[in-house]
Nanobody, 123 residues
Framework: QVQLVESGGGLVQAGGSLRLSCAVS????????MGWFRQFPGKEREFVAA????????LYPDSVRGRFTISRDNAKNTVYLQMISLKPEDTAVYYC????????????????WGQGTQVTVSS
């Protein structure tokens, strides 16, 4: 069983920054591809970033590329999402996800999920 716990969410003004963390326990973290997704009220979860188990090949959608950076520290069993130049439209619940097989932009491809952390960007 793999457990993921997100932290670092909160309220920030537009143009500000936040760093989300996702601590992983239960299995060998270094073997998992990791992703970040977000969910707006009443909407499906959408892809934000992903990184391979090696730490390379980061993936981003156009909406966050250049503003968000995913990274991982395998020694700390943690994946991070650094967010800068935040906009009110980034307001959402952010989830981290893990999968031992796929590096993917698709929700259905991830086996394990955290409970989410709220990010609110005020204008």
């Amino acid at each position: 069983q793999v457990q993921l716990v997100e932290s670092g969410g909160g309220l920030v003004q537009a143009g500000g920054s936040l760093r989300l963390s996702c601590a992983v326990s239960g299995r060998t973290f270094s073997g998992y591809n990791m992703g970040w997704f977000r969910q707006f009220p009443g909407k499906e979860r959408e892809f934000v970033a992903a990184v391979s188990w090696r730490g390379g090949s980061p993936l981003y959608p156009d909406s966050v590329r250049g503003r968000f950076t995913i990274s991982r520290d395998n020694a700390k069993n943690t994946v991070y999402l650094q967010m800068i130049s935040l906009k009110p439209e980034d307001t959402a619940v952010y989830y981290c996800a893990a999968d031992p097989v796929r590096l993917s932009k698709t929700v259905q491809d991830y086996r394990y999920w955290g409970q989410g952390t709220q990010v609110t960007v005020s204008s």
